[in-house]
């Protein structure tokens, strides 16, 4: 079956990233100058997966707006003749269909996931965490459509994986596999962010998967954890035991801009690629290096 849908959560509190995220969604803050979401969402197109399904925060709208129309920018950059600036917030809404939903209280990235069933339905969908910045090669298929061409394959839930360094692993949703081979693998059981000996495990999600209906009930099943969030990786053990879940490890770039560090990182990097300033970027990257920190 076709994968239609694809669902972006951007209803966290990102308190790793206060006091800028008090109002702006941490999906919006500015990878040089486009907005972390937006490589997500390029993603999906480049996947020919037709409508993303936003979960917004209550008091977050600058998500929405985004993918709205903007009729007095709009109008301003028409009569400027300012033509390439104008496609670059227009396209977008040629090239996919938002719908948005709302989660009322952020509790967990297990029930904002959850918030998209009723828009979902019976089909498969892909979700996509846009903090994790996955860049490939423009002529090689997105990090989703792997996940996407592998569902339809094999018709199970997929999930993508990379190694962690042992002192991260308490950064990550960590899952343990069946090894044996280059993969994919099934997945026996994920951790929501072990603390150090917990897990023997290196493998990390990369923030990248494809479920189908069955996820939903696991979903419902699953109990908040001492936080009061419902985590993913509850729901996912729950559909490993279930119905099995592949992952699979994918090639090209990932930027973790979940926290400030990441953050700086993926606009350092996105910025010595940049058309407009990446080489005098990388001059002053060079000029700066030459000094003293
Ligand atoms: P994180 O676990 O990274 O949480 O969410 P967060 O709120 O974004 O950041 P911190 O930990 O407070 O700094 C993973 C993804 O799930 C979404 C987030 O927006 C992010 O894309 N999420 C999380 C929701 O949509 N709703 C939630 O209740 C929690």
Redesign the pocket.
């Known amino acids: 079956m076709k994968i239609q849908k694809a669902v972006i959560?951007?209803?966290?509190?990102?308190?790793?990233?206060l006091p800028a995220t008090k109002t702006i969604?941490?999906?919006m803050l500015p990878i040089v100058d486009r907005p972390t979401i937006l490589y997500s969402v390029e993603e999906i197109i480049r996947a020919d997966i037709p409508e993303l399904i936003l979960?917004a925060?209550r008091d977050k709208t600058s998500v929405e707006d985004y993918f709205d129309t903007s009729y007095e920018l709009e109008e301003i950059l028409d009569r400027a003749g300012k033509m390439d600036l104008l496609n670059s917030i227009r396209d977008i809404r040629k090239r996919i269909k938002v719908i948005s939903i709302r989660?009322q209280e952020?509790?967990?990235?297990g029930?904002?996931v959850l918030c998209a069933e009723s828009v979902i339905g019976n089909e498969p969908f892909a979700l996509l965490?846009?903090?994790q910045i996955m860049i490939g090669q423009p002529e090689q298929p997105s990090a989703i459509a792997h996940l996407t061409k592998l569902y339809a394959e094999t018709g199970k839930a997929v999930v993508s994986v990379f190694q962690v360094p042992t002192g991260d692993v308490s950064k990550y949703g960590i899952v343990d596999l069946k090894e044996g081979g280059t993969g994919p693998w099934n997945v026996i059981s994920a951790l929501e962010k072990p603390e150090p000996g917990v897990t023997a495990s290196r493998w990390g999600l990369t923030g990248r998967y494809v479920f189908d209906k069955e996820i939903f009930p696991c979903l419902r099943a699953i109990k908040p954890d001492t936080f009061g969030?419902y985590q993913l990786t509850d729901a996912m053990t729950l559909l490993a035991e279930r119905h099995g879940i592949l992952a699979t490890t994918l090639v090209g770039d990932r930027f973790d801009a979940?926290d400030k560090l990441g953050f700086l990182q993926a606009n350092v990097e996105m910025a010595i690629r940049h058309p407009e300033v990446g080489a005098a970027f990388q001059e002053y990257l060079r000029e700066r290096c030459a000094r003293a920190f």
């Open positions: 959560p951007a209803a966290g509190l990102a308190i790793r990233f969604p941490k999906e979960i925060g989660q952020a509790l967990g990235l029930h904002a965490l846009s903090d969030e979940r």
